[in-house]
């Protein structure tokens, strides 16, 4: 989701630093991010996907200069992700033509290992001829008021984005989920649990045990 | 024939089948599956606090102007479109209803009355002279395609920042509401706004 157009779509965070913050804004922010820059997928290794961070509207840029990253009293990067995918029929269709070839030259088909090998050679070629598929996710993080956002809507990403950014600057993530923000009153135990009268029918009283055994196991950890 | 005695004879022996050949264990009630997984969803992360938040809302919002305030400025939300409805049990767990006004419709308040609460809701927010626009989820309290008045600097720094400015002051009103919620809803007021919220469902016209 893109923070500078567009409809708004943000999951939203409050930043716990982890030890001390540098004085200097500006160069920590710098330093932090080129730490985790991305770097573009190696068509000669095995990973077949790369993510990390880059330039807001500017998703081939690492420098992070402060001038591209600090806005006001926001930090602002963006979250590249590339997928190398080679397509399954591709590989599939150049294996038949290449077994067909070999029936007719060898009077056999091919044994299941030279099966296996040809398909392995035939993805590596494909693999160099790719273009990888490139997604950018931004992160806002207010400075001051320690909110972050991260605009993005499916939560395996957001999971993903939460734990890059934590160790990106050291800093714990709290969802401000209801559940974060009532545990974070202090009420006494059972006045948080789910209120009967609403939810109707007898397993009112099964969510309840539930919550409370829930929230047992949360203030033991 | 031998194989198929065989794989008889290891599915007795895991205690799959009786003597007779015949599955000892019913498959599992697909009822009973439902209930446990909407139960989890309910607990995990305490969602229920996120629906009845959204559904205390939805009836605020239909009797009070103003609901919060942040930074002195009133602030009053007006349920539109598309909601969803969840519920634990029952011959239906989820509803999903459309149409400009229909989170106020009886059939919502009916559904509401019979144990569904609002999961997901679209919600027009009037701070001060600004208005507002998103879609809120009871599970994360996350923001989806909103809608934020039009960023009037005209630098591009001061654009970015006024923008982002204009999303997080969306987010703190959400915050601002669900806060005003807890107040209630940790009070002894809060039994109290049940029987009126289980009256206003009641008030419904039947069909």
Redesign the interface.
């Known amino acids: 989701m893109p923070v500078l157009r567009g409809s708004v779509t943000f999951s939203r965070f409050r930043a716990d630093p982890q030890g001390e913050r540098a004085k200097d804004v500006k160069r920590w922010a710098q330093r932090s991010l080129l730490r985790h820059a991305f770097e573009p997928i190696d068509k000669k290794e095995d990973d077949d996907r790369a993510a990390g961070w880059v330039e807001v509207e500017r998703n081939d840029r690492t420098e992070f200069t402060p001038s591209r990253v600090i806005f006001g009293e926001y930090l602002l990067a963006s979250y590249r992700v590339d997928r190398l995918r080679v397509p399954g029929p591709v590989v599939r269709a150049e294996l038949d033509a290449w077994a067909e070839q070999y029936e007719a030259e060898n009077a056999g088909p091919p044994k299941r290992s030279e099966r296996r090998n040809q398909k392995a050679e035939i993805t590596f070629k494909l693999r160099q001829r790719a273009f990888p598929v490139t997604r950018t996710y931004d992160v806002s993080w207010n400075l001051t008021t320690q909110e972050v956002g991260l605009w993005v809507a499916s939560a395996g990403l957001v999971e993903e984005l939460m734990v890059f950014m934590e160790e990106t600057f050291e800093i714990r993530l709290l969802p401000m989920t209801p559940g974060a923000i009532a545990e974070s009153l202090d009420a006494p135990a059972g006045v948080l649990l789910p209120t009967a009268a609403l939810l109707g029918g007898d397993l009112a009283g099964e969510v309840g045990s539930r919550a409370t055994s829930d929230a047992r196991e949360r203030s033991r950890a | 024939m031998k194989k198929s005695a065989a794989s008889t004879d290891a599915a007795f022996a895991r205690g799959e089948v009786g003597v007779d050949g015949q599955a000892i264990e019913e498959a599992p009630d697909e009822i009973e599956l439902e209930?446990n997984k909407v139960?989890?969803e309910?607990?995990r992360?305490?969602?229920?606090?996120?629906r009845?938040?959204l559904?205390w809302l939805l009836w605020r919002s239909n009797q009070a102007e103003s609901l919060a305030a942040v930074d002195n400025e009133p602030v009053s939300a007006l349920f539109v479109g598309r909601i969803v409805l969840r519920?634990?049990?029952?011959e239906a767990t989820e509803l999903v209803v459309k149409g400009a006004m229909s989170p106020y419709s009886a059939i919502v308040r009916r559904a509401l009355g019979?144990?569904l609460?609002v999961h997901v809701a679209r919600l027009r927010i009037q701070h001060g002279d600004k208005i507002y626009e998103?879609t809120v989820d009871?599970?994360?309290?996350?923001?989806?395609?909103?809608?934020?008045p039009k960023v009037l600097s005209e630098e591009d720094?001061d654009?970015?920042?006024e923008?982002?400015f204009l999303?997080?002051r969306?987010?703190t009103i959400v915050?601002a509401l669900?806060?005003r919620f807890?107040e209630v809803?940790?009070s002894k007021k809060?039994a109290g706004a049940?029987e009126e919220?289980?009256g206003w469902f009641a008030e419904a016209p039947s069909r």
């Open positions: 209930k139960t989890e309910l607990v992360g305490r969602t229920y606090l996120g009845e938040f559904t519920g634990l049990a029952g019979d144990g609460l998103a009871a599970e994360q309290l996350a923001v989806r395609g909103a809608k934020i720094d654009k970015i920042t923008r982002l999303a997080e969306l987010s915050e669900f806060s807890l809803r940790v809060w049940v919220l289980k």
